[in-house]
């Protein structure tokens, strides 16, 4: 599959298949992740695997009410949840070095993008939940104070694939030289 062809083609899949997905694959996955871009090559994320029902399912419960991903995460037969190591991104000598602050949130993007991808090219299914309470997330799991839970991501064999959403035509975001350029 061509790169752009799976940009276009990824979408947000919230129905799976029982179907299983063996761990070799989630481990393909996560090597896209391993090479995603960061920060000073800081590669400031990790990952959890969950496959364990009653975790999935406390993990659906730190969902914000009426989300549509609860039903995907207890559903899909993995979630894989992004972390980010915080004041490592972004910053030298343990100072911000720009007025951004800590760039964890932009590096773990581009990790859970490659895995997207990946997965999407793989014929598997995600979606991106970022509507949760990850305080209460971090304590189902364990996670230090020093790791943020960033998203969580259903991961299985899609029941279906969801039509594309309108997208905005390039020249509606693009700007030549300075803002307001067309």
């Not at 995600?126 to 790791?147: H, K, M, N, S, Y």
Request: with cysteine; aromatic share 8%; glycine share 10%.
């Amino acid at each position: 599959m061509e790169v752009l062809e799976a940009i276009k083609g990824r979408r947000s899949v919230r129905r799976f298949k029982g179907e299983a997905v063996p761990r070799e694959v989630i481990l393909e996955l996560l090597e896209a992740v391993r090479w995603a871009p960061s920060w000073a090559n800081t590669q400031c994320w990790e990952v959890i695997v969950v496959a364990e029902p009653e975790k999935k399912a406390a993990l659906a419960e730190t969902l914000t009410p009426g989300n549509p991903a609860k039903e995907a995460m207890t559903k899909a037969p993995w979630v894989v949840v992004f972390l980010g190591q915080k004041g490592k991104a972004g910053f030298y000598g343990g100072r911000p070095l720009t007025s951004k602050g800590d760039w964890l949130m932009f590096d773990v993007a581009l990790a859970v993008q490659n895995l997207c991808l990946a997965a999407h090219a793989r014929g598997l299914g995600t979606v991106i939940v970022g509507a949760f309470e990850a305080e209460r997330a971090a304590e189902v799991l364990g996670v230090p104070d020093d790791r943020e839970v960033v998203v969580m991501l259903p991961l299985g064999v899609p029941a279906g694939q969801p039509s594309a959403p309108r997208r905005k035509e390039v020249e509606d975001f693009t700007h030549w030289g300075c803002w307001g350029k067309g």
